[in-house]
């Protein structure tokens, strides 16, 4: 009887403190630390971090390659939002520069937690105008206006229903609209009223607001006229009047209200007339390449492929040897590749991580899979050869698995 009395005042006093944050949850109160259980915003479709700009920019800082200007406008950006209307981005530029993984970034540090279902986070909408895409030849619209309008229309309530039940949701959320330059300008001007920070009429009774939320629009506007020798505020002006020559006198408020418009400018490569008669020791690495490999070296021991492997061949430590020299001089073989490869050329940072794939992370997982489930703990030592243009691989040691002090 004592224990039942007992285990009732505990049920009752954390009823009573459940009650007390749920009075609350609509504060700007952070899913973050030991006691976001008892927050029941935490378990919502909306579970904002504690300081999440902070997170945000390490998250950029330390993942990000080659857009440092972005990084610092993104950050800045964040940090000033005030709520009275929405924040509303731009991201500009060519594929596998890094504004889809920038913008995952960005959600990724606002909430806390990941939806079960779709693998992203909760508060975040990703809207793909691939889905959107209709009557690329105009042939409907010549043979049939009255289905080709119709279809806008759907397509056009469709994107405005998805939002509102997103804000809904999620006032706080962040939508990411990408390749939104290939919908109907009529579907995407759908998107025009979420923009201005003014109330959103759902229906007869019912008005959400915006004014918390973030829009980052994504496209390659303006990146045929991309160079490293641009400015920031030049690039703007290249981004400026691609879109005006694309959508004239269209679209001017949706336009207008992108108020944070962040170029990310391309890999630098040299002329390609020059490109076959280069050697390696003349090329010279940009700064963003010499960042992206340190970043892949620092998280080579997160890989999926390199953690199952060592589960698979029972390995518990798998270290490597490559200091600041050596990171740079695998930097400088992997551009060397990147420029001579008419595969890989044009991919921006993207093709320096699928060549960095190939040349570093898949010739440690043959290592691996050729030492087997001898060894209990691997240790190489990794050796650019910057003469032949190799990144060579041995083992300085190994522990055989009998003698593993693994439990």
């Not at 009075?23 to 909306?46: H, I, N």
């Not at 490293?228 to 002006?237: A, E, G, H, K, V």
């Not at 010739?363 to 190489?380: A, C, E, N, P, W």
């Amino acid at each position: 009887f004592f224990f039942a009395f007992m285990l009732g005042r505990v049920v009752v006093l954390f009823v009573f403190l459940w009650c007390g944050y749920a009075a609350c949850a609509s504060v700007s109160e952070g899913c973050d630390g030991y006691l976001s259980f008892l927050k029941p915003r935490c378990f919502t479709s909306c579970p904002l971090r504690d300081d999440y700009v902070d997170v945000v920019t390490g998250l950029l800082l330390t993942n990000v390659a080659g857009q440092n200007e972005a990084v610092q406008k993104i950050s800045a950006a964040l940090d000033a939002h005030d709520k009275t209307k929405p924040l509303v981005f731009h991201f500009a530029g060519d594929n596998g520069t890094g504004k889809t993984f920038t913008a995952t970034l960005i959600g990724q540090g606002k909430y806390a937690k990941t939806n079960s279902r779709t693998g992203t986070m909760e508060g975040v909408l990703y809207i793909r105008g691939n889905n959107f895409m209709y009557d690329e030849t105009g042939a409907i619209r010549r043979a049939n206006p009255d289905v080709y309008f119709k279809q806008i229309e759907t397509f056009k309530e469709q994107l405005r229903s998805d939002v509102i039940a997103q804000l809904t949701k999620c006032p706080e959320s962040l939508i990411v609209f990408d390749e939104y330059t290939i919908p109907n300008r009529r579907v995407l001007s759908a998107m025009e009223e979420f923009l201005d920070g003014n109330p959103v009429r759902v229906d007869e009774n019912t008005y959400i607001t915006s004014k918390q939320a973030t829009f980052i629009f994504l496209s390659d506007f303006g990146v045929e006229q991309f160079s490293q020798n641009l400015s920031f505020d030049q690039l703007l002006d290249v981004i400026e009047k691609d879109v005006s020559e694309c959508w004239g006198d269209k679209l001017m408020k949706l336009r207008h209200l992108q108020n944070n418009i962040i170029p990310f400018r391309p890999l630098p490569m040299p002329p390609e007339d020059e490109i076959d008669a280069l050697r390696i020791m003349d090329v010279t690495v940009p700064d963003g390449v010499k960042q992206m490999v340190a970043m892949l070296f620092s998280s080579l021991d997160q890989q999926l492929s390199v953690r199952e492997n060592w589960r698979n061949n029972k390995i518990t430590q798998v270290s490597w040897q490559c200091d600041r020299l050596c990171e740079e001089k695998v930097a400088h073989i992997i551009y060397y590749h990147q420029i001579k490869s008419s595969m890989y050329r044009y991919r921006n940072y993207r093709g320096i991580e699928q060549n960095f794939s190939e040349l570093v992370t898949k010739k440690i997982l043959t290592k691996l899979r050729k030492v087997g489930q001898s060894t209990s703990s691997l240790k190489f030592v990794i050796e650019p050869d910057m003469q032949t243009g190799k990144i060579n691989y041995k083992v300085a040691n190994s522990k055989p698995f009998w003698a593993s002090n693994r439990v």
